[in-house]
């Protein structure tokens, strides 16, 4: 198992919790939570190692609008490819926009 936590700047705090996805062959689960105002943080684990720069890179062009609302992620990987990471993170974000997500 690895681990990677990464921080962004980014805005308000998202409106709602929210969960996509679940941990299986070739998939992975987000958590997410509503963080503090102007910072997100993604906590990684994964059960493929050596894969940080993927990770960080993939990670990076997600939140690399600092308008993104304020999110905590919690990342459980078991071998997903770049694409499914992004659909997802992107599942959670709008569950947690439209207040869908679990409370």
Same mark, same amino acid.
């Given at each position: 198992?690895?681990?990677? +936590?990464?921080?962004?700047? @980014?805005? #308000? %705090?998202?409106? &709602?919790? *929210?969960?996509? $996805?679940?941990? $299986? +062959?070739?998939?992975? /689960?987000?958590?997410?939570? %509503? *963080? /503090?105002?102007?910072?997100?943080?993604?906590?990684?684990?994964?059960?493929?190692? $050596?894969?940080?720069?993927?990770?960080?890179?993939?990670? !990076?062009?997600?939140? #690399? !609008?600092?308008?993104? %609302?304020?999110? &905590?992620? /919690?990342?459980? !990987?078991?071998?997903?490819? %770049? @694409?499914?990471?992004?659909?997802?993170? #992107?599942? #959670?974000?709008?569950?947690?926009?439209?207040?869908? $997500?679990?409370?």
């Amino acid at each position: 198992m690895q681990r990677l +936590s990464l921080d962004y700047p @980014a805005g #308000a %705090p998202a409106a &709602a919790r *929210a969960l996509a $996805g679940v941990v $299986g +062959s070739g998939d992975l /689960e987000v958590l997410l939570e %509503p *963080a /503090e105002n102007g910072r997100s943080t993604v906590a990684i684990t994964t059960s493929v190692d $050596g894969v940080n720069d993927i990770w960080t890179a993939v990670i !990076d062009r997600i939140f #690399a !609008d600092a308008d993104q %609302p304020a999110v &905590a992620l /919690e990342i459980n !990987d078991f071998g997903a490819t %770049p @694409a499914v990471v992004r659909l997802r993170i #992107a599942q #959670a974000m709008e569950q947690a926009a439209s207040g869908a $997500g679990r409370t």
